[in-house]
């Protein structure tokens, strides 16, 4: 045992041990993370197992703890993100722009914290014959997983481009789930001949004969767009700023493992998602096919908010994507 020669200079160096000791703990923050199901969210299922963002954390010296929450459907998700149950949810782009150009409360507004995915959406048919949204009868009927997804909106901007006028399929949409606009497709239903989908219902349907692809969402958009953002409130992110850099870059780790590893991306999927449908061989497949589509930049920003706004859905203007994007993300190659 050390003696103590001089006993407020001892008290001193003890005192300054125990704050060293403890300061880790103290100074640990917790940041929390909304999620929900589906193949999207596979960058945050690798955040969450492999704890990325604590590494993060520890990498720029300080100590953050993650909590990942899942809620069963977007509008619980942005409600928990409203009630401050979590501190970041996800968002299609479109209900991102709408959240980030509300015009009362600044600080509630939503700020775009990183990218999750660009993953291909494809509009599939089951008829022979038809190769564009142009070959459309009127008695086809599209699928589309909600009326505020990705695909309507895509199907709309198309339909704008090729009958001039954005609402010209209105009548024709349908709201199917994802495993029911495959049993209409590749069944002969009647419930739809064509379906909006998303990987890895895509690559699904497509293993029927009668099922091809007819447009991508990279011929709307003339390039990629975000599937999935992780948004915030302007006041946290305000506040918060290195905490939404952290996880941004554990999003872009998270994409460089799917990329260098698809096995390992598979097994991870398939844990928090087992499915009937694919096993892991062919969640690998799906995922090698697609495994660029990952991380932090945000597409199509700009390019869905000039959209909205002609068709009255935003209660502003968008002047640059960047006016709603976290300082982590303006010098991404974003649009």
Request: charged share 20%; net charge neutral; proline share 5%.
């Amino acid at each position: 045992m050390l003696r103590c020669l001089g006993g407020l200079r001892c008290l001193t160096v003890v005192a300054a041990a125990l704050w060293c000791a403890l300061a880790p703990a103290l100074a640990q923050e917790q940041v929390r993370i909304g999620l929900g199901y589906g193949f999207a969210f596979l960058p945050l299922y690798l955040c969450e197992d492999l704890k990325l963002v604590e590494k993060q954390a520890k990498a720029a010296h300080f100590e953050v703890a993650a909590k990942f929450q899942r809620f069963s459907n977007n509008g619980e998700l942005h409600d928990a993100l409203a009630g401050a149950q979590v501190d970041m949810a996800p968002f299609g782009t479109a209900p991102l722009l709408a959240g980030a150009l509300q015009p009362n409360e600044a600080s509630r507004q939503i700020v775009a914290v990183s990218g999750i995915t660009s993953l291909p959406l494809t509009l599939l048919s089951n008829r022979a014959g038809e190769r564009s949204v142009a070959d459309l009868k009127p008695n086809d009927r599209i699928a589309v997983p909600t009326l505020t997804s990705p695909q309507m909106y895509l199907l709309q901007m198309e339909s704008e481009k090729t009958f001039g006028k954005f609402d010209h399929l209105r009548d024709q949409i349908v709201m199917l789930s994802h495993p029911q606009a495959i049993a209409a497709l590749t069944d002969i239903t009647g419930q739809a001949t064509a379906y909006f989908s998303s990987p890895p219902f895509t690559q699904i349907a497509l293993r029927a004969g009668n099922v091809h692809a007819m447009l991508s969402s990279s011929d709307v958009m003339n390039g990629k767009s975000s599937f999935l953002i992780l948004g915030a409130h302007r006041s946290y992110v305000g506040a918060q700023p290195q905490m939404a850099e952290l996880v941004a870059k554990a999003i872009d780790e998270a994409a460089r493992l799917i990329r260098e590893d698809p096995k390992r991306a598979a097994q991870v999927y398939l844990t928090h998602e087992p499915s009937a449908a694919l096993n892991g061989a062919a969640t690998e497949t799906i995922i090698r096919d697609v495994k660029d589509e990952f991380g932090s930049p945000v597409y199509g920003v700009q390019a869905t908010a000039d959209f909205m706004g002609r068709i009255g859905e935003l209660k502003g203007s968008l002047r640059s994507w960047k006016d709603i994007a976290a300082p982590a993300l303006l010098s991404s190659p974003s649009t």
